[in-house]
């Protein structure tokens, strides 16, 4: 046993030693950095330990407004993006004939580069001095005035970013959400129908818990996902986030670290952690929902 | 309630689309149930055994015929209308509901003034599990339960709803050897307590001739014979019958009628009144009797004892197969020293087959 347990531990020596390597130690040293104040990387000086590097990221208002722009995204898209494609997977997959059409056409956003596809949204969007865009038009149709949604107000710029959001993560949802309900034995379908089963039933006794670890993965890597967000803002308001109120938390770090008013390590450090913390809490919370509510 | 089934035909488009042609499921299948009978369906895998079911439930719509529950015309309603229970080979019992749960689910579904309260339904329930012995397990999930318990559940679940027809589609076959055998005692039991007309589909020949009051044999599609199963067995109407009925299964021979006498190779084995022609010949393995001046010349191969009885492999060169097994009582063990024995053949477990269509030959054998 004893013997047994130790070679178990050498095989697995390799992954331990590289994820403690790439993983571990740069989240602790990250760690030990957001405590040091006035860090400097290249002279590999601090002045201080103590909790001030926290109390400035809290208190700067850059900090708050990407705080508070994460946490709108994380709500309105996690459960807009999971809902709507669990509509379209139950679409999709009761009517065979829309199977095979969309199959490429509803993945084709998966397969394009978030940049590229934020520079479309941004055209379709943009207003400029020649053209109140696309968007724009078609909102003139319905009688609604022109609404600069790349430059103008923050719920318009919000508003962009959560769609082209919702937009890009579908594909991914939707093909895991495909597979997951055709894996559904036939079988649990039949014995509902022999027993007169109505379709509301079906779907909510029946469909939603056989397809729920999957649904459960999709809501968990969503929430990350979505807390992690940076490049897609990037691709549509450019690189000054800031200035247009549009950054994310991990912006905010990236700022800080490399941005034009960066050079802060301990501040993006601590900035880091706070991040962290949330994504964490937030993944607990979801496991411990999900013990009572998935059924593997 | 009685069953009718009225030239039911299923055709599906073939599964694989480049051949044009349909697959004929079920074809021209005409039966009456009667009344609290316990039919079983036997057939090969892939001969249409769920197919029929899947008509009788409701699950599929015939291509033509009728279906009547009595005298009424189901032909055209909804599985959920039919009032049926439907036992599944692989039981689909929901796995995230318990055992109660699974069971109350087919009562929960109805409406109206057909919905029973809430203490009624948990009675009905509580008499389901009862009947087939799962009532201690009522708070377990489907992952918690052995393979037979799982069956007892479906059966429960299929029962709650007191359907005029309970169908089972091979519900013993992912049960061990002895589980299946104590299963299927329990299935006659519960039919022949609830009285409900019942369909049970297996592959397995034996299963299906211990506890039916009826066998239906089916082919491809088409159904060979209808009985009881002994007047099966007994009587079969053709080649297939004959080789699908019994264990161990009957020895088939090339064999010829020349001059009233039927000939296996060399050995003439018995009196037949019919022109000469070449047959096939089955021989129950019950049908040979050990005898020293016996017809039957076999080079003898091995004995095995079995208890009371014991069988014998031996090799004969009209032998369709390759050994002939014949079941013997102990004390007629022949010497397995001499390396040939000899046999007589009991007439009435010897059946004639025509040597193109295989169907029986209506012949006085001695
Ligand atoms: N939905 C279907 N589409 C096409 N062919 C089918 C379908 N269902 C069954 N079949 C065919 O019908 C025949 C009978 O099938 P089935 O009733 O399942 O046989 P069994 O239950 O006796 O094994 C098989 O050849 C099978 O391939
Ligand atoms: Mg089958």
């Keep these: 046993m004893e013997r047994r347990s130790a070679k178990g531990w050498l095989y697995l020596l390799p992954a331990v030693a590289f994820l403690g390597v790439f993983l571990v130690y740069p989240l602790v040293d990250v760690f030990v950095y957001s405590f040091e104040e006035g860090y400097n990387s290249a002279s590999q000086s601090f002045f201080g330990v103590g909790p001030y590097n926290y109390s400035y990221v809290l208190h700067d208002p850059y900090f708050l407004q990407a705080l508070k ?37 509803y993945f084709l956003p998966y397969v394009t580069n978030t940049l590229a596809v934020g520079l479309v949204f941004m055209i379709l969007f943009k207003k400029t001095a020649y053209t109140d865009g696309l968007v724009n038009l078609m909102l003139h149709w319905f009688g609604a005035g022109p609404v600069d949604f790349i430059d103008g107000p923050h719920w318009a710029k919000m508003f962009v970013l959560c769609f082209y959001t919702v937009w890009v993560v579908m594909p991914f949802k939707i093909l895991i959400l495909t597979s997951a309900l055709a894996s559904v034995n036939q079988d649990y ?78 501040y993006a450090s601590a900035a880091a952690i706070i991040l962290f913390v949330i994504v964490l809490t937030i993944t607990c919370i979801n496991l411990l929902i999900s013990r009572k509510n998935v059924h593997y | 309630m009685k069953v009718v089934l009225q030239n039911l035909t299923k055709r599906f488009p073939n599964r694989n689309k480049k051949i044009k042609e349909d697959v004929v499921a079920v074809s021209d299948f005409s039966f009456e149930i009667p009344d609290g009978e316990l039919i079983g369906l036997l057939g090969p895998s892939g001969c249409g055994k769920s197919t029929t079911l899947n008509l009788i439930c409701g699950l599929q719509k015939p291509t033509s015929g009728r279906i009547f529950f009595g005298e009424d015309d189901v032909t055209d309603l909804p599985p959920e209308n039919r009032g049926v229970g439907l036992v599944f080979q692989n039981y689909a019992l929901y796995p995230h509901l318990t055992v109660r749960q699974n069971i109350l689910f087919p009562l929960q579904n109805l409406k109206g003034a057909e919905r029973p309260s809430k203490e009624e339904m ?17 708070d377990r999930k489907p992952s918690e339960l052995s393979g037979g318990q799982q069956q007892r559940v479906a059966i429960a679940r299929a029962l ?8 089972l589609d091979e519900p013993l076959s992912n049960l061990d050897a002895r589980l299946r055998l104590q299963t299927r005692e329990e299935i006659r039991r519960i039919q022949r307590e609830t009285g409900i007309t019942t369909v049970f589909v297996t592959h397995d020949q034996e299963e299906a001739m211990s506890i039916s009051d009826r066998i239906v044999v089916m082919k491809d599609g088409v159904v060979q014979q209808i009985g009881r199963p002994q007047d099966v067995y007994d009587s079969p109407v053709n080649l297939f019958v004959a080789k699908f009925l019994g264990t161990p299964p009957i020895n088939v021979f090339e064999g010829e009628v020349r001059g009233g006498l039927l000939r296996l190779g060399e050995d003439a084995v018995l009196k037949a009144a019919l022109p000469d022609q070449k047959v096939w010949v089955g021989i129950r393995p019950e049908g040979f009797a050990p005898e020293q001046a016996g017809p039957l010349h076999c080079e003898l191969r091995a004995v095995e004892v079995m208890g009371r009885d014991i069988s014998v492999v031996a090799g004969h060169p009209a032998c369709a197969g390759t050994a002939i097994r014949a079941i013997i009582r102990a004390e007629d063990r022949p010497d397995t020293q001499v390396g040939t024995v000899r046999f007589a053949l009991k007439p009435h477990k010897v059946f004639l087959f025509h040597r193109e269509s295989e169907e029986r030959l209506a012949v006085e054998l001695s």
């Design chain 1, 69 to 105: 722009n994460t946490f709108v995204l994380v709500i309105i898209t996690v459960p807009l993006s999971t809902g709507l494609a669990l509509l379209i997977s139950v679409g999709l997959s009761s009517i065979q004939k829309l199977k095979d059409l969309f199959q490429t056409v």
């Design chain 1, 189 to 266: 379908y039949n014995a509902a129908r022999i027993d007169g089963t109505s379709r509301s039933r079906i779907f909510f006794r029946i469909t939603l818990p056989m397809i729920s670890p999957m649904l459960f993965y999709l809501i968990i890597t969503g929430f990350i996902g979505a807390f992690k967000a940076y490049s897609d803002a990037v691709a549509i308001f450019g690189v000054n986030l800031n200035a247009a109120g549009m950054n994310t938390m991990v912006g905010y770090v990236y700022d800080m670290l490399y941005g034009d008013s960066g050079g802060y390590p301990s």
């Design chain 2, 160 to 167: 709650v709803k007191m359907p005029r027809v309970l169908l």
């Design chain 2, 122 to 138: 948990l009675r009905r329930a509580l008499e389901a599990a009862k009947l087939v012995q799962i009532d201690t397990l009522m």
